[in-house]
C-alpha cells in the first residue's frame, strides 16, 4: 500500500503537528492547506483523508527547512495507543507473530504510506518499508517515521527481552549525531545506511513468545472492532477521494492523466470516469483542482521562479500557466506573489 484510500483518525496529524509546536512553528502554517482546525485534531471522531495528514506533514518539514534525520526523530513518538484499536489490538495479542499478522491485515486503519511486508531469511524474521511514490524529502521522512514507528511498537508488544539484529535504511547516513544516538538508545542498534531495503530485522524465535500484555478476550474484541471500522471505511471512500489522495501522492512534475490514474487505483478509465460522473464531477476538473492549489503553494513557497513552477506543473510555458492561473485567481501569478510576499 503506497497511500491508504481510507479515511484515519486525527492522532498522527495531532501528533506532526504538536511536534512542530514544540519547535515554535505557528498552528496556521502548520495547517495550511489542509482545512484542519485545532479543535478537529483533538476530536477523536474526526476523519481524515490521507491528503490531510500529507498537508501537514510537508508544512512541517518546509517549515522546519528539511531538517535530516526529522522523520527518526518524530517516528519515536509513535507509541501503540497513537493507533487506537489497531494498537490494543497488536498488544494484546497472543505472541509477536499473532500481532504481525493483525498488523498486516489492518494496515489500512492505520497512517502508513509505506508498503509493509514481511518474509524471513533462515533464522531471521524481517519488516520490508517499500517507499511511497512522494517528493523525495517527503518520502524519505514517512519512511522512517514508519519504520521506526514499527520498531517502537515491536518493543512495546514483546517486552523487556526483544532486540533488533539489524536496522538498515537505503538512504545516506543521517547527519545528525544526536538522533542516531537516540536510536540506539531506544532500540540498541544503530541504522545501518545505504542498505538494499529498508528493514526491521528480529531472530525467528521471538515470532513465537508469549507477549507480556496478552488478553485473548480483548484481542478478540479488537479483531472484531477492527474489521467493521475497515469495512465501513472502505464504503465510504469514493471515487473523487481516491483521485484526490492520489493527485497529492504523485510528484508534481509528473501529474498523472486519467489512464494513469485508473491503473495506479486499479480501476478501468471507463469506470473511474462513470464514478466521477456519478459524484458530479470529471478528473478533469480534480486536476485543475488539484493544480491551482499547488500552483498558489510554490508560489508562497518562494523557492522557484514562476517559469520553474510552470514546468514543475506541466505547462508548455509561463504565457499558459499565467493564463490559467488568472482564469483560478483573477490576477497573475506575479501579481499574487508581490501580494503575498
Known amino acids: 500500500m503506497n497511500l491508504s484510500n481510507f479515511a484515519r483518525g486525527p492522532a498522527s496529524a495531532r501528533l506532526l503537528f504538536d511536534f512542530g509546536s514544540e519547535r515554535g512553528l505557528s498552528s496556521a502554517k502548520l495547517l495550511a492547506g489542509s482545512n484542519l482546525s485545532q479543535a478537529q485534531l483533538a476530536d477523536p471522531n474526526v476523519q481524515l483523508t490521507a ?26 513518538r509513535y507509541h501503540f495507543s497513537t493507533f487506537g484499536m489497531w494498537g490494543y489490538g497488536l498488544i494484546s495479542s497472543a505472541t509477536t507473530g499473532e500481532a504481525i499478522d493483525r498488523a498486516l491485515r489492518y494496515l489500512p486503519l492505520t497512517s502508513a504510506f509505506t508498503t509493509v511486508t514481511y518474509h524471513e531469511e533462515e533464522d531471521l524474521a524481517v519488516l520490508s518499508f517499500d517507499e511511497p511514490k512522494f517528493e523525495p ?35 545516506d547516513d543521517s547527519r545528525s549525531p544526536e538522533v542516531a544516538q537516540a536510536i540506539g538508545r531506544a532500540f540498541q542498534v544503530i541504522p545501518e545506511y545505504r ?113 520553474e513552477v510552470a514546468a514543475r506543473l506541466g505547462f508548455s510555458d509561463l504565457s499558459s500557466f499565467s493564463q490559467a492561473f488568472k482564469r483560478w485567481y483573477g490576477v497573475p501569478p506575479s501579481a499574487f506573489r508581490h501580494e503575498s510576499a
Not at 498537508?55 to 522523520?71: I, T
Not at 521522512?141 to 532486540?163: K, N, Q, W
Not at 473511474?272 to 503553494?297: H, V
Open 195 to 307: 542498505s538494499k531495503q529498508n528493514s526491521l530485522v528480529f531472530r525467528r524465535e521471538f515470532l513465537a513468545r508469549r507477549l507480556p500484555q496478552a488478553n485473548p478476550i480483548n484481542a478478540s474484541m479488537c479483531e472484531q472492532m477492527c474489521g467493521q471500522l475497515l469495512e465501513r471505511r472502505r464504503a465510504q471512500a469514493g471515487a473523487t477521494a481516491l483521485v484526490r489522495q492520489y493527485l497529492v501522492a504523485a510528484p508534481s512534475s509528473q501529474l498523472p492523466d486519467l489512464e494513469t490514474m485508473a491503473r495506479v487505483t486499479n480501476i478501468s478509465p471507463r469506470t473511474l470516469k462513470r464514478r466521477l460522473q456519478d459524484e458530479g464531477t470529471t478528473f478533469r476538473t480534480l486536476l485543475a483542482e488539484y493544480r491551482a492549489a499547488l500552483a498558489k503553494e510554490l508560489i508562497n513557497d518562494g523557492k522557484l521562479t514562476l517559469t
Open 137 to 171: 524529502e517527503l518520502r524519505r521522512f514517512l519512511t522512517e517515521r514508519e519504520i521506526v514507528a514499527a520498531a517502537v511498537l515491536l518493543h512495546e508488544m514483546a517486552g523487556t527481552g526483544f532486540s533488533l539484529t539489524h536496522f538498515t535504511l537505503k538512504y
Open 51 to 76: 491528503s490531510q495528514e500529507l498537508h501537514v506533514a510537508k508544512n512541517l518539514l518546509r517549515l522546519l527547512n528539511f531538517p535530516d534525520g526529522l522523520g527518526l526523530q518524530v517516528g519515536l
